[in-house]
């Protein structure tokens, strides 16, 4: 997991080939005039998902985890919390993986909490479980997702 600000972004387009695209977009793209829904980027490597949502607190959030995606997520406005376990640490699914969605969801709790105010990201690797939308009232987030398994060598400029 990395959790920083939208400002520092340039310090992690080396940790993947696909991060450098995926922050430019954060970075150089009107967030606040997208409508919700799923913008690709690059087809089948690189999408957006804009969120326009309530918060669930803590006690609604659930983990989950994904396969094939990273996710990238950024705060827009309103209040984010996201929680976070070592997936190698979670023992119960809360129901069968769906590789389709690339999406499955856990029973475990998370073991910490981090913050997302407004102009900062966190970004989730397969290997992290993370409760997003555990912060309440309205809010408006990015989550940019990018493929795991990104061609090696190919890198977005």
Same mark, same amino acid.
């Given at each position: 997991?990395?959790?920083?600000? #939208?400002?520092?972004?340039?310090?992690? +387009?080396?940790?993947?080939?696909?991060?450098?695209?995926?922050?430019?977009?954060?970075?150089?793209?009107?967030?606040? =005039?997208?409508?919700?829904?799923?913008?690709?980027?690059?087809?089948?490597?690189?999408?957006?998902?804009?969120?326009?949502? =309530?918060?669930?607190?803590?006690?609604?959030?659930?983990?989950?985890?994904?396969?094939?995606?990273?996710?990238?997520?950024?705060?827009?406005?309103? =209040?984010?919390?996201?929680?976070?376990?070592?997936?190698?640490?979670?023992?119960?699914?809360?129901?069968?993986?769906?590789?389709?969605?690339?999406?499955?969801?856990?029973?475990?709790?998370?073991?910490? +909490?981090?913050?997302?105010?407004?102009?900062?990201?966190?970004?989730?690797?397969?290997?992290?479980?993370?409760?997003? #939308?555990?912060?309440?009232?309205?809010?408006?987030?990015?989550?940019?997702?990018?493929?795991?398994? +990104?061609?090696?060598?190919?890198?977005?400029?």
């Amino acid at each position: 997991m990395i959790l920083d600000q #939208l400002s520092c972004a340039a310090l992690y +387009w080396d940790a993947h080939p696909g991060f450098r695209q995926a922050f430019r977009f954060l970075m150089e793209t009107n967030l606040s =005039e997208l409508s919700a829904g799923r913008l690709e980027v690059v087809p089948y490597l690189l999408y957006a998902n804009v969120d326009h949502v =309530e918060g669930r607190g803590r006690a609604g959030a659930v983990l989950e985890v994904h396969r094939k995606f990273v996710d990238i997520q950024f705060t827009l406005s309103g =209040e984010e919390e996201i929680g976070w376990r070592d997936f190698s640490t979670c023992r119960v699914w809360q129901s069968a993986f769906d590789s389709a969605r690339d999406i499955g969801f856990l029973r475990d709790a998370p073991l910490c +909490w981090s913050r997302l105010p407004p102009g900062y990201f966190a970004v989730y690797f397969p290997s992290d479980a993370h409760a997003p #939308l555990a912060g309440t009232g309205p809010l408006r987030k990015v989550v940019m997702k990018v493929a795991a398994d +990104w061609p090696h060598g190919r890198r977005e400029s």
